[in-house]
């Protein structure tokens, strides 16, 4: 059967379509509003909101599965009061639905003590999971080596974005999509002991999706201004991710191109601070 992989326009949420019609989603950090609480700024929650977009998606495209691609949660390594109170109910108006699978982040230390006992909701290992041919993790680990041969490879962790500044120094950030894909040879240095090339010809490896952020208030990475290192999670740090080719896309559908030549545009160049006149270095 053909996979079909194809953004909800204008919103941060991927539906794939194959044996199983999934609703992807990713970063949705419920609890951040305590963490911002804790730092001097005080928002109400906006869980509800969160569940209502949710909610949206699910009745405009009726999924049978729903997967949550990491950092359900926010505040580590502590559990916070607002967590403890409203995730247990976030995940069970959603399981009302669909299955809800948890592919847990960086941010989810301790999400199992959240999670309500059934067997619709299943957390999966740190490394990913395979379901129905497509690769699920969140990005902050190395992937299991089963998902080296899907596909697809769907992760998030960055929660991308592109800045652009125009000569006056004012600039603007959008969430995008990047589609991308693993470089073979750093691949194969770190798992030596799998044979990528084993009945399968010259490995190719899957497509890497990068979904971004669900929850707006996380901010993001500005990949045009960031290099390998910059980036977050060990296939990035390692080069193992093919950044230059990366094909950009703004939540619209606007295709922007490759990450390289929107490097080079000047809107894409970092501005540097005008020095004050009469002050000396």
């Known amino acids: 059967?053909?996979?079909?992989?194809?953004?909800?326009?204008?919103?941060?949420?991927?539906?794939?379509?194959?044996?199983?019609?999934?609703?992807?989603?990713?970063?949705?950090?419920?609890?951040?509003?305590?963490?911002?609480?804790?730092?001097?700024?005080?928002?109400?929650?906006?869980?509800?909101?969160?569940?209502?977009?949710?909610?949206?998606?699910?009745?405009?495209?009726?999924?049978g599965r729903i997967i949550l691609l990491g950092d359900v949660k926010h505040n580590v390594p502590q559990i916070s009061w607002q967590e403890r109170d409203e995730i247990p109910y976030f995940l069970e108006s959603l399981a009302e639905h669909a299955e809800v699978d948890?592919?847990?982040?960086?941010?989810?230390?301790?999400?199992?003590?959240?999670?309500?006992?059934?067997?619709?909701?299943?957390v999966h290992p740190v490394r990913g999971s395979v379901i129905e041919g497509i690769g699920y993790l969140h990005g902050h680990t190395w992937p299991d080596p089963d998902l080296l041969f899907a596909d697809y490879m769907i992760t998030a962790h960055n929660h991308p974005t592109i800045r652009l500044t125009d000569s006056l120094g004012y600039s603007i950030?959008?969430?995008?999509?990047?589609?991308?894909?693993?470089?073979?040879?750093?691949?194969?240095?770190?798992?030596?002991?799998?044979d990528l090339n084993s009945g399968k010809g010259k490995w190719k490896g899957p497509e890497l999706i990068i979904v971004p952020s669900f929850n707006e208030l996380c901010g993001g990475v500005a990949f045009n201004e960031s290099l390998h290192d910059d980036l977050l999670g060990p296939m990035f740090s390692s080069g193992a991710v093919d950044i230059d080719d990366a094909q950009v896309y703004l939540l619209d559908g606007t295709p922007l191109g490759?990450?390289?030549?929107?490097?080079?545009?000047?809107?894409?160049?970092?501005?540097?601070?005008?020095?004050?006149?009469?002050?000396?270095?």
């Open 173 to 194: 950030t959008e969430q995008s999509w990047i589609r991308t894909r693993l470089k073979a040879d750093v691949i194969k240095g770190h798992f030596r002991s799998l």
């Open 258 to 281: 490759a990450l390289k030549f929107i490097r080079k545009m000047e809107e894409s160049r970092p501005r540097l601070k005008r020095r004050k006149k009469g002050v000396n270095k």
């Open 1 to 63: 059967m053909t996979t079909e992989l194809r953004p909800i326009i204008d919103e941060p949420a991927l539906v794939v379509e194959n044996e199983t019609k999934t609703l992807v989603v990713a970063d949705i950090h419920l609890g951040i509003e305590w963490d911002l609480y804790r730092s001097g700024i005080s928002i109400p929650s906006r869980m509800q909101f969160g569940l209502d977009r949710m909610l949206d998606y699910i009745k405009k495209e009726s999924p």
């Open 102 to 122: 948890i592919f847990p982040g960086n941010h989810d230390g301790g999400i199992e003590y959240l999670v309500p006992k059934r067997s619709d909701i299943t």
